[in-house]
């Protein structure tokens, strides 16, 4: 059995994840993955959650991307398939959460951590805080949206300075980049965030989500999906839905009115 490397705690109608493997700077592995895939999809089916809030443990990093250890030793196929492929669909879970996320970075964010740090809606950072893409120093490339999602966040350009120098960004830099919204002491970093998401909780929670979306198909993030799910939702609350529903459980024609 797999230990768990996240852990989800909820305080009403606040969730905080959290990546529980200081030891190793809360490196991401295959199970780790899988556990964020998970914590993710219970989340946007509960209801009673408003908020989000997704934060690494210790002192040191929030993230500072994949183990190598795990991902080194795998052929291409596997690379492909249990890696890259597999990060971007459990990033994108992230990153298209029904609910508001606010990513509490509580040290470094490195590689895939700092991927995993923007799919957060609203970024909180600690003052000692770094971000990098630093693939290049070990022969890969940003592999869970660096060169997608960050160019949307920040620019082409400062998205190449980063990928291209592996330059480390200081929270201040980060904070005039717009790459987190926030720098705050370390003792201040979880109080900051609960704050923030209580203030937002109290929000009308379906508003809040609706404009997550409308914002996410502004920016390119699943906006079919976006559109789709708006319109039909909005269909469903017609007379003629409930009019098709009812001809077609009395087995007749639909009399449509158009409203």
Request: glycine share 8%; aromatic share 4%.
């Amino acid at each position: 059995m797999v230990d768990s490397l996240i852990q989800t705690e909820r305080d009403g109608t606040i969730a905080t994840v959290t990546l529980t493997r200081p030891a190793k700077l809360n490196s991401l592995t295959p199970a780790m993955l899988d556990q964020l895939e998970v914590a993710a999809r219970e989340l946007d089916g509960d209801t009673d959650v408003r908020v989000v809030i997704l934060q690494g443990s210790g002192e040191k990093a929030f993230c500072v991307g994949a183990d190598i250890n795990e991902w080194a030793a795998l052929q291409p196929l596997d690379m492909w398939r249990r890696w890259v492929r597999r990060g971007h669909q459990v990033f994108d879970q992230w990153a298209r959460l029904r609910q508001p996320v606010i990513t509490a970075i509580n040290g470094h964010a490195f590689g895939g951590g700092l991927e995993l740090a923007i799919t957060g809606d609203i970024r909180i950072a600690v003052e000692q805080a770094q971000f990098a893409l630093p693939e290049a120093s070990i022969a890969t490339c940003p592999g869970w949206s660096g060169t997608q999602r960050l160019v949307q966040l920040i620019g082409a350009s400062r998205t190449k300075y980063l990928a291209l120098s592996g330059v480390r960004l200081s929270a201040e830099e980060a904070l005039a980049s717009g790459l987190v919204h926030q720098v705050v002491p370390a003792t201040d970093l979880k109080s900051r965030a609960m704050t923030l998401a209580r203030e937002m909780a109290t929000k009308a929670p379906v508003s809040l989500q609706l404009t997550k979306q409308l914002i996410n198909a502004a920016s390119g993030e699943d906006a079919a999906a976006t559109l789709e799910a708006m319109a039909g939702a909005l269909a469903a609350t017609t007379q003629d839905a409930t009019e098709g529903i009812q001809s077609f459980r009395e087995r007749r024609a639909p009399v449509y009115a158009g409203r």
